[in-house]
C-alpha cells in the first residue's frame, strides 16, 4: 500500500467519525428540543453541524484523493505496468 491509498484510508476514516459525531450531536439536540432544555438543544445541533462541515471537507479529500490515483493507475497502465502494484 502506498502513501496515496493510506492518505485516502485516513481521510474516509476521519469522515467517517464526522459524520458519528453529526448522528450524536443531532439526537442530542433533538432530544435537547423534546426536553426543552435549551443549552442543550443548542450543543446538540452546533456539533451536529460542525461534524457536518467536517464530514463534507474530508469527503472532499477523499474523493480528490481517489481521483489523483486513479489517474496514477490510469497511467501505469498505458506505459505497459498494468500488473504492477
Same mark, same amino acid.
Given at each position: 500500500?502506498?502513501?496515496?491509498? #493510506? $492518505?485516502?484510508? +485516513? +481521510?474516509?476514516?476521519?469522515? &467517517?467519525?464526522? $459524520? &458519528?459525531? #453529526?448522528? /450524536?450531536?443531532?439526537?442530542?439536540? @433533538? +432530544?435537547?428540543?423534546? /426536553? *426543552? @432544555?435549551?443549552? @442543550?438543544?443548542? #450543543? *446538540?445541533?452546533?456539533?451536529?453541524? /460542525? /461534524?457536518? @462541515? ?5 469527503? !472532499? ?7 489523483e490515483? !486513479? ?9 505497459g ?5
Amino acid at each position: 500500500m502506498n502513501k496515496l491509498e #493510506t $492518505s485516502v484510508q +485516513a +481521510a474516509s476514516q476521519a469522515s &467517517n467519525y464526522a $459524520s &458519528n459525531a #453529526t448522528y /450524536g450531536g443531532a439526537s442530542v439536540g @433533538i +432530544a435537547g428540543v423534546f /426536553g *426543552g @432544555i435549551d443549552w @442543550i438543544a443548542i #450543543t *446538540g445541533l452546533a456539533i451536529a453541524a /460542525g /461534524g457536518f @462541515i467536517v464530514n463534507v471537507y474530508y469527503r !472532499h479529500k477523499e474523493n480528490r484523493r481517489a481521483e489523483e490515483l !486513479h489517474e496514477m493507475r490510469k497511467e501505469k497502465i498505458k506505459k505497459g505496468n498494468c500488473y504492477e502494484d
